[in-house]
T-cell receptor, first 111, second 116 residues
Framework: GQNIDQPTEMTATEGAIVQINCTYQ??????LFWYQQHAGEAPTFLSY????GLEEKGRFSSFLSRSKGYSYLLLKELQMKDSASYLC????????????FGQGTELSVKP | SAVISQKPSRDICQRGTSLTIQCQVD?????MFWYRQQPGQSLTLIAT?????????ESGFVIDKFPISRPNLTFSTLTVSNMSPEDSSIYLC?????????????FGPGTRLTVT
């Protein structure tokens, strides 16, 4: 079976740093994705990791450890607009694969 | 990045009826997927829409309930058949290119369905 775990919700302060963790146990692995989803909107792509290590893109970074089945999304210099749901997804399967999503982490950024 | 449109954007339907949702992409894409997002939940994959052949359904989803068409590389439809209130959800189309042509997967704006 496929299992992807994230905390349900987190709260952080504007200007701070927050780390959202994701652990996974899946049959096959072809990459890990993070998406941001604001209420009432479609998910938007944030990051992709397929090799171990840290990928940095502006205020957002994502880390992957395949041996541990673990990833995190790091958000720096938090802004109020970062309040959203953050979805961890693993690509599994052959012939291009399909994305399986975790339950999502609802992040609230407070002043 | 691919631009995806869906029709309708929202609808309110009576139980027992069917609704067909359209997904149009502005460029040819190899893979198209249909997801469901129930209120307050994450995304659940319904099926992979295969061009020229029957869709591949995930566990818990069947063709009689969610028939899918994909006549070409830019268009797909999902029908929600014999609807019940439990089908109230957001339905999202998603696309990606074949391996070697980019790894990103994009999502359409979604169709918000309410069944009364």
């Amino acid at each position: 079976g496929q299992n992807i775990d994230q905390p349900t919700e987190m709260t952080a302060t504007e200007g701070a740093i927050v780390q959202i963790n994701c652990t996974y146990q899946t049959s096959g692995f072809n990459g890990l994705f993070w998406y941001q989803q604001h209420a009432g909107e479609a998910p938007t792509f944030l990051s992709y990791n397929v090799l171990d290590g840290l990928e940095e893109k502006g205020r957002f970074s994502s880390f992957l450890s395949r041996s541990k089945g673990y990833s995190y999304l790091l958000l720096k210099e938090l802004q109020m607009k970062d309040s959203a749901s953050y979805l961890c997804a693993v690509r599994v399967g052959n012939q291009g694969g399909k994305l399986i999503f975790g339950q999502g982490t609802e992040l609230s950024v407070k002043p | 990045s691919a631009v995806i449109s869906q029709k309708p954007s929202r609808d309110i339907c009576q139980r027992g009826t069917s609704l067909t949702i359209q997904c149009q992409v502005d460029s040819q894409v190899t893979m198209m997927f249909w997801y469901r997002q129930q209120p307050g939940q994450s995304l659940t994959l319904i099926a992979t829409a295969n061009q020229g052949s029957e869709a591949t359904y995930e566990s818990g989803f069947v063709i009689d309930k969610f028939p899918i068409s994909r006549p070409n590389l830019t268009f797909s439809t999902l029908t929600v058949s014999n609807m019940s209130p439990e089908d109230s959800s957001i339905y999202l189309c998603s696309v990606r290119n074949q391996p070697g042509q980019g790894y990103e997967q994009y999502f359409g704006p979604g169709t918000r369905l309410t069944v009364t």
